[in-house]
């Protein structure tokens, strides 16, 4: 759902959804939504009285709707399944992907503004799109860039805590070391210290956050030349948008590796709340621990190998089907290799998923670009040939819920921490669980079980 700009057009917009199913007619309605004005803080200081006011009444008439069973399983299985959280900004639907705001990616790709006509949509109107719920202008787009592109300085402290670390370090461990000392600028922190009213909590969370997003690009792209340019580093470039200046650092100055990371960060920004980065950051903010902490237990989730470390998983067995077979492997050969894989006891990276039961659309999206502009390439062609041959083999194994490939390998966090504004404006509680042990299981299945029992008697 969107932010409103009245009680009346939410009135007028709830029942129009609760008539019709179209997404199109979803995207209509955003797009009449939205406003003119330019400055994105300006919008939030309008728009959050409305939330706030929606989530009190969300609370007082419907806080007592059971949304449903938990079972033990489910407390085992690590909370799987269970209906938790609050996240506004995205949900995953497990036929038909992420939808930002009730957009899925290719209306995000029709609707949102783009560098070039026809090209990709803007990171910068993706992260308008998830604080306010509106389609973004392309004036609007440019002045955030701008405004991210003026606070995109880092420290030399900064630079100095990562060349502290050995290069051999793994990247993950140099970026949160980055981001743990850019904590040192916390808005909030020093807001905090200063007593500020609770009511005011969202606005210098929105300047860590903003400050933040601006930053980690800078950040990510000095590891990433540290690591594998000989520590030369790029400097920012202003006149470039957000996308194609993280190109720009990285080292990458053709056109279509800019479009490429416009598209890449767009349909990495969020990705529900119950992932482990986003749940880690989400739950550490609940603590009232500023952005820079949050994000960097995000990412410290994020470095797990069943999270985004599985990113490069899936470049390692990639890496030992060339070495083994070469990059023009056939069909035939690359179904051998699977299997070799799956009868080694290891599992095939990249496919699977905890929720969704079709292919990633962030998979297809990536896979259209590459149809696009490098069909030839060796290992695209080598992905997708493994598109066609590794599904049916998973189907074949039985064990395997979506044998089709999906992109939380690559689940990025660089604009997801927008929340953590939202959720300081809502007020939104310390997130605490309740855990049992094993023992209180037993005993509860016991006594449900009994229960069931004397009733069939």
């Excluded at 790709?109 to 604080?131: D, F, H, I, T, Y």
């Excluded at 300047?207 to 690591?227: G, H, S």
């Excluded at 404006?425 to 229960?451: F, H, Q």
Aim: one cysteine or more; aromatic letters at 8%.
């Amino acid at each position: 759902m969107v932010f409103f700009r009245s009680v009346a057009a939410f009135t007028r917009l709830r029942s129009r959804v609760g008539q019709q199913s179209s997404l199109g007619s979803s995207v209509r309605w955003i797009q009449m939504q939205s406003s003119t004005d330019v400055d994105l803080k300006s919008q939030l200081q309008e728009l959050i009285p409305e939330q706030q006011d929606r989530l009190k009444k969300l609370k007082s008439e419907h806080g007592k709707v059971q949304l449903g069973n938990i079972t033990v399983d489910m407390v085992i299985g690590g909370m799987r399944g269970m209906t938790g959280l609050l996240w506004e900004t995205s949900l995953l639907d497990p036929e038909e992907g992420i939808r930002f705001r009730g957009l899925s990616i290719p209306e995000c790709q029709k609707v949102l503004p783009a560098a070039q006509s026809g090209g990709e949509p803007l990171p910068e109107g993706l992260l308008w799109l998830l604080l306010t719920g509106k389609v973004p202008s392309k004036e609007q787009v440019e002045a955030l860039s701008k405004d991210l592109a003026n606070r995109a300085a880092v420290p030399d402290y900064v630079y100095n805590a990562i060349d502290a670390l050995p290069s051999t370090a793994h990247p993950m461990t140099q970026f949160a070391s980055g981001v743990m000392a850019l904590q040192v600028q916390s808005e909030f922190q020093k807001a905090y210290e200063n007593g500020i009213q609770k009511s005011k909590f969202w606005e210098p969370t929105y300047e860590d956050c903003l400050n933040l997003i601006a930053r980690v690009p800078v950040v990510a792209a000095y590891v990433y030349r540290r690591m594998y340019k000989n520590g030369d580093s790029i400097p920012s470039d202003k006149s470039l948008d957000y996308g194609a200046n993280f190109s720009h650092m990285l080292g990458f100055d053709d056109a279509k590796m800019k479009e490429l990371m416009r598209l890449y960060i767009t349909i990495h920004s969020d990705h529900e709340g119950g992932n482990v980065s986003a749940h880690t950051g989400h739950l550490v903010g609940s603590a009232l621990s500023d952005p820079y902490l949050s994000f960097a237990a995000a990412l410290n989730g994020l470095a797990g190998p069943l999270h985004g470390l599985a990113n490069q998983e899936v470049l390692l067995w990639i890496k030992s089907v060339v070495e083994e077979c070469g990059e023009n492997i056939s069909k035939d050969q690359l179904k051998e290799y699977v299997w070799k894989t799956l009868n080694s006891g290891k599992v095939v990276p990249g496919y699977g998923h905890g929720v969704l039961r079709k292919t990633d659309p962030r998979y297809m999206c990536q896979r259209e670009f590459a149809l696009k502009h490098l069909p030839d390439d060796p290992l695209f062609q080598l992905v997708s040939k493994l598109y066609e041959v590794v599904p049916p083999v998973l189907t074949e194994l039985g064990k395997v819920k979506n044998p089709w490939p999906n992109v939380d390998a690559h689940s990025g966090v660089l604009l997801n921490h927008y929340g953590l504004t939202e959720a300081r404006a809502l007020g939104l509680a310390l997130e605490r669980p309740k855990s049992v042990t094993m023992d209180w299981l037993e005993a509860y299945s016991r006594g449900i079980k009994s229960c069931v029992q004397v009733r069939s008697e």
